[in-house]
């Protein structure tokens, strides 16, 4: 089985204001961004299991020129709350790494 970080040259996450969290896919290739960026993993319903979010809410964009796929789901709570654990978002996208992709 073939994980993201296997096809990928950078996945990052970050905050998209105090209200949403985005992800940035970039695939390793062209051969590589046709063949995964529309696979299930990269769902909206697979992001709502893997955030807890709903997946009617998740925006995902596809932007071949950069070979790249942008995922933006909203956060449970504003940035920078009380229950904040990850101010900036930059450590969301650590659990998409060894999500199976094929």
């Known amino acids: 089985m073939i994980k993201l970080r296997d096809v990928c040259r950078h996945v990052r ?3 998209a204001g105090p209200f949403w969290i985005t992800f940035d896919i970039f ?3 062209r ?3 046709e063949r995964y960026s529309d696979c299930a993993a990269l769902s909206p319903g697979q992001f709502a299991r893997l955030y807890g979010t709903d ?3 998740v925006k995902r964009v596809a932007v071949p ?5 942008k995922i933006s789901y909203p956060r449970a709570t504003p940035q ?3 229950v904040e654990r990850d101010m900036h978002a930059g450590q969301q ?3 998409l ?3 199976m992709v094929e």
């Open 97 to 99: 790494l060894d999500v």
């Open 55 to 57: 997946p009617e809410q």
């Open 93 to 95: 996208y650590v659990r």
């Open 13 to 15: 996450s970050k905050q």
């Open 80 to 82: 920078g709350g009380m």
């Open 31 to 33: 051969e590589n961004f």
């Open 27 to 29: 695939f390793n290739g």
């Open 65 to 69: 020129d950069l070979e790249m796929v």
